[in-house]
């Protein structure tokens, strides 16, 4: 059982296999569930086509359109970047796609204003859960290095960050003091403490986006491609490019730039709450109830 209350049952079988899709289905039977509902890079349309023909509603969560095709009941992609068209000519019966769709925690749904701060500078590093690059490590070099007096930064270290006594080294060394934080269960209070944030590229900038805190983005993974060209295109953000290709030096400078321009920051605040209502959880659960009526 999970914290949150959900019972959890481990299937012995290979993830996405003919197998896999028979003792998922069987479970679900037994359960005598109204739906299953499947988000994986390795449930391709053989599987989703097994599942869509048990008993109930099928729904199948994407983010890219590149499986090899596509058979549910209700198909969700809550990407920024995500269109109707990306799934022409696939058998779905109802698509939810693209922001109004962001499936953010609960803690996310209620929006609130965040007027840029004029006085502090605080500064949030996150890079998602694993971090196996330890970019964390190398925004916290880069900030601790900055010449701007008064900053304040905190850095959080996932669940499957394998660097925490690297990053504790790594924030003791002189410059300016980083607090470390790991594996933080609410976030909005951590964005709402913070100015600005420095994140990867990832579904962390739709709840940046929500809570209406500018961001400086980073990308870590391939997959984090589209949702980089995404803040560029609606511009509630600033995307610095691939870890590798950033140096701390750049880092520093546009960390240095934002702090300086209150009127940027607000701008990219609302862009970010225009953009991300924080309700498309609710949303998806209304329509996965009517799919499954």
Known sequence: MTENGVKVSRLEAQIGSDEDAHKTIELAEKLKTESIVADGYSFGKS???ALRGAKGCFCFIDDGANLDGYRADLLINPNLYATEEMYAGQEIGKLLVGRKFAMLRKEFWEQRDKPAALRTRHVLITMGGSDPDNVTGKVVRSV???????????????????????????????GHPVELLQNV??????????????????????????????GLYIILVDNQEPVARAIRKFGFGRVLGWHEDVNEEAIRAAVRDILASTEERDRMGRWGQELVDGKGALRVAAALREACA
């Open 47 to 49: 599987y989703q086509g």
């Open 144 to 174: 601790k290095g900055s010449s701007l007096e008064n900053i304040g930064i905190r850095a959080i270290a996932g669940a499957g960050n394998p660097y925490w006594e690297t990053l504790q080294v790594q924030a003791g060394r002189p």
């Open 185 to 214: 269960a609410d976030m909005r209070a951590q964005f709402e403490w913070a100015d600005i944030c420095v994140s990867a590229a990832g579904n962390t900038a739709l709840e940046l986006a929500c809570v209406g805190l500018a």
